[in-house]
Structure formats: C-alpha cells, structure tokens
C-alpha cells in the first residue's frame, strides 16, 4: 500500500468518526431540548428569535474609524457612515481638504459609538457618531465652523 493511500485512510476514518461525533451531539441536544421542554422548563430564548420580525430603527456600530473618506463620511468596522447632521464641503476644495484632516484628528481619540438611522445615502449608511467622552463629532465640527449643520 502507498503512503499517500495510507493517508487518505485515516483521513476519510477522521471525518467518519468526526461526523458520527456531530450526529450524536445533535441527537443528545434534541434529546435533552425534549425532556427540558416536556417538564414544563421555560428556556430563555435570545432577543434575536423574540423579535425578528420588527427590526429596531436604530442601530449601533461600535469601534475605532478605520477610514475617514471625507468631512461627513467615515468607516467603522468597514460601515461606510454618512454624519447625518453634517454639510461639508467637497474633498477636492481647500473647505474640504480641511474638514476631512480635522475628521481624522477628531476620530483617532479612540473608540467610536455610531448610531445608524436605518436609511441609507449611495453606498453609505446615515447615522451619528460620538467619541468616547460623548460628545458629538458632527456637533463638534458644526460648532468649530468647519462644517455647516445638514438642513436636508
């Protein structure tokens, strides 16, 4: 016998056993749902299978910017998010070139909590994002002049 077939042996024999293991862990997880459920045990089912038929409106994204595209559209967790409140002017202006380096400096204090509106722009959810001391980063940017408030 070849040691290449010898190889393919114990393979196919790992994944027989491997799927004989996954069989009975299906069968004792049925078995043990069955007598949980006919002695009248109620198990907590998670909040996803309790309400998966009215999606929230709002939803949260948490984490550190990993791409500031211009002055009201970042990145979180690779989620492209248009700030809502935010009217900056475009990249390519000097306005703009500026609103988008206060942006990275703004976003680079840590951790973002971005809260998304459930309506989209292009390519981009709409929401709000706030840094890690709570403030506001289109707040911030309005009120430093560097963007106007969004009036749309």
């Known amino acids: 016998?070849?040691?290449?077939?010898?190889?393919?042996?114990?393979a196919l024999r790992r994944r027989r056993i491997a799927a004989r293991a996954r069989?009975?862990?299906?069968?004792?997880?049925l078995i043990g749902f069955g007598i949980a459920f006919g002695s009248g045990l109620k198990l907590p089912l998670p909040a996803a299978l309790l309400h998966h038929?009215?999606?929230?409106?709002?939803?949260l994204?948490?984490?550190p910017a990993s791409h500031v595209r211009d002055g009201d559209t970042i990145e979180v967790r690779g989620i492209p998010i248009r700030i809502g409140n935010l009217d900056c002017a475009?990249?390519?202006t000097d306005a703009?070139?500026?609103?988008?380096?206060?942006?990275?400096?703004?976003v680079q204090h840590g951790p973002l909590l971005c809260r998304l509106a459930g309506r989209g722009s292009m390519d981009?959810?709409?929401?709000t994002c706030a840094l890690p001391d709570g403030h506001d980063i289109g707040e911030i940017l309005i009120a430093e002049g560097t963007c106007k408030r969004w009036s749309g």
């Open 96 to 106: 703009g070139r500026e609103a988008t380096w206060r942006m990275v400096e703004l």
């Open 1 to 10: 016998m070849l040691y290449a077939d010898l190889i393919r042996q114990r």
């Open 124 to 127: 981009r959810k709409i929401g």
């Open 53 to 59: 038929a009215t999606a929230p409106a709002q939803h």
């Open 90 to 92: 475009e990249r390519d």
């Open 61 to 63: 994204v948490q984490g």
């Open 23 to 29: 069989g009975v862990l299906l069968a004792m997880a």
